[in-house]
């Protein structure tokens, strides 16, 4: 099945499918934070305090680490399941925290009265609580935590079950496509979670919740499908799911013994931190900077139509500059580009008629997925890895000084606004794609294949330190150099914005240093993965 490309592809599919769905719940209420301060009294530090709750088991108490010796000892198939049972249970108690049903409960006065205080995370300032939190917030930060544990167990699974898959083939394409796919996810909750908060012209927003859950089963489904072709893949080849070396703790010790290794870890922390806990505010943060002219009432710029039909061209566009990648006749190629770039142009004009940030920010991933599988296919045939990871970095400074001097500038100027926020967004995005098409598939180069799945753990537990500190940081950034801000589009955003630009700089430093030390121990970053 390994050896046939149609398999390797559908077990892809099956793979980044699940993780398109849990990038849908993992931002499903970025685009309404707005709404869940008229709402639900969620302020700045409330909403980043919840939405950095996602990594905080995963953080504080090594979950990630036992993820990734689950992983190790247990196999590809039983862990890609557990993860999406252990998000689809998350999931429901943060549906739950945000339903009609919790205000008023009984439980709302017990989580208003209680966990104000937790001893030793309090005084180390870690803790994932504070007094005065809403109730709300209290409860769908410990349902958010434990959907941080599963969508992190499932993305060093999926990257593994890459590896798995892939190895000595198209490793890097697959894991750009992967990640290509799953950031699509991010447009789709920009577009449908506010969509299905205002459905019907009556504000809920516990439907966007519930849209995200039902997705989430739907992940649980692929992983599913994928355990049986999984399980058939080992029975052709007779390799056990399991690995034949027990795990030993000394594995944790040779993985963190390699320079390599740290230096990817940090460059990923450090950049990713600047990317995942932003994508948290980018909306509100549009809302304050841009000027947004809302269309006529009952006109079809401001009906529920308009939300499909946007949708449908994201995806023409998704799907065009895909393709193109992958099409042999230089026709086809150019016909599907062109297609693309002309269903982009007419998504950012209907994204302007609409006057929403959340429909202009939706943007982000597309760039991305046209050009992740070309720096894939690059990384795969002639390296160059950690080269892209400084040009990655380089655009991740531009971006978010853009975004914090430039931006602010065009104030009164819609179409100006607009367009410099369009590129901008773009950019980043692009950005976004140099990462994983790069960074991922150098990790098995690092380390031993027994102990890929706890290196890769060990990767996404450092990362997700600045994926808990940071949303939470900006949170409070946000309060204290807007004091006297009440209505939730106009704070200014400057500050948080330099905080996320100082990231992307020691990201390249990182990178310059990775570079020599690549040259100095030959570690095979800068080689193509097909030889």
């Not at 599919?13 to 639900?40: G, N, V, W």
């Not at 401001?302 to 061209?313: K, N, S």
Request: aromatic letters at 12%; charged letters at 15%; proline letters at 4%.
């Amino acid at each position: 099945m390994r050896d046939n490309a149609t398999f390797r592809w559908i077990a892809l599919l099956l793979l980044a499918l699940a993780m398109f769905c849990s990038y849908i719940f993992m931002d499903i209420l970025s685009p309404i934070k707005d709404l869940m301060q008229t709402e639900r009294g969620w302020d700045s530090t409330a909403f980043g305090t919840m939405q950095g709750a996602e990594t905080f088991l995963n953080v504080f108490v090594f979950f990630l680490i036992f993820a990734g010796i689950i992983l190790d000892k247990m196999g590809v198939r039983f862990t890609a399941v557990l993860s999406g049972v252990v998000m689809l249970i998350g999931g429901l108690i943060k549906y739950f925290a945000i339903s009609e049903s919790f205000i008023g409960s009984g439980l709302e006065t017990w989580f208003t009265n209680h966990l104000n205080y937790i001893p030793g995370f309090d005084e180390l300032g870690v803790s994932p609580f504070y007094r005065g939190m809403p109730a709300s917030a209290k409860l769908a930060a410990i349902g958010f935590m434990i959907f941080g544990c599963g969508t992190e167990m499932a993305g060093i699974t999926v990257s593994r079950g890459i590896v798995k898959w892939f190895k000595g083939r198209e490793t890097a394409l697959a894991m750009g496509s992967e990640m290509a796919l799953a950031r699509l996810g991010v447009a789709t909750c920009m577009i449908f979670s506010p969509f299905f908060a205002r459905l019907g012209g009556s504000v809920n927003v516990s439907r966007s919740v519930a849209f995200g859950v039902v997705l989430l089963c739907i992940a649980l489904i692929m992983f599913v499908v994928y355990f049986f072709m999984d399980r058939k893949l080992d029975a052709q080849t007779g390799e056990a799911e399991e690995t034949d070396d027990p795990f030993k703790v000394s594995d944790i010790g040779k993985i963190l013994s390699s320079m390599g290794f740290w230096l990817v870890a940090l460059l990923c922390v450090l950049y990713y931190s600047a990317i995942f806990p932003f994508q948290k505010y980018a909306v509100n943060m549009l809302q304050c900077n841009l000027t947004l002219n809302e269309p006529e009432a009952g006109s079809f710029w401001a009906g529920d139509t308009v939300t499909i039909v946007q949708y449908f061209i994201m995806l023409v566009v998704a799907v065009g500059s895909f393709s193109s990648n992958f099409a042999k006749k230089k026709p086809l190629k150019v016909g599907l580009m062109a297609l693309a770039v002309v269903a982009l142009a007419v998504y950012c004009v209907m994204g302007y008629k609409r006057g929403t940030a959340e429909t202009i920010f939706a943007v982000f991933p597309l760039l991305a997925v046209a050009i992740t599988p070309i720096l894939g296919n690059y990384v795969d045939h002639k390296g160059k890895a950690a080269s892209m990871l400084m040009i990655g970095s380089l655009l991740l400074i531009l971006c978010h000084l853009t975004f914090a001097f430039v931006l602010p500038g065009f104030k009164g100027n819609a179409v100006g606004g607009a367009v410099v926020a369009y590129l901008t967004i773009l950019v980043l995005g692009a950005s976004f794609s140099l990462v994983p098409a790069a960074l991922w598939p150098s990790v098995p180069k690092l380390v031993d294949e027994k102990i890929i799945g706890s290196a890769y753990a060990l990767i996404f537990w450092i990362q997700n330190i600045g994926l808990w500190l940071f949303p939470l940081l900006i949170g409070k950034v946000l309060d204290k150099t807007n004091p006297d801000v009440t209505n939730p589009v106009d704070f200014n955003y400057t500050w948080p914005l330099v905080m996320l630009a100082c990231l992307g700089i020691a990201a390249l430093v990182i990178g310059i240093i990775l570079k020599a030390v690549d040259r100095k121990k030959h570690l095979g970053l800068e080689e193509p993965n097909i030889h």
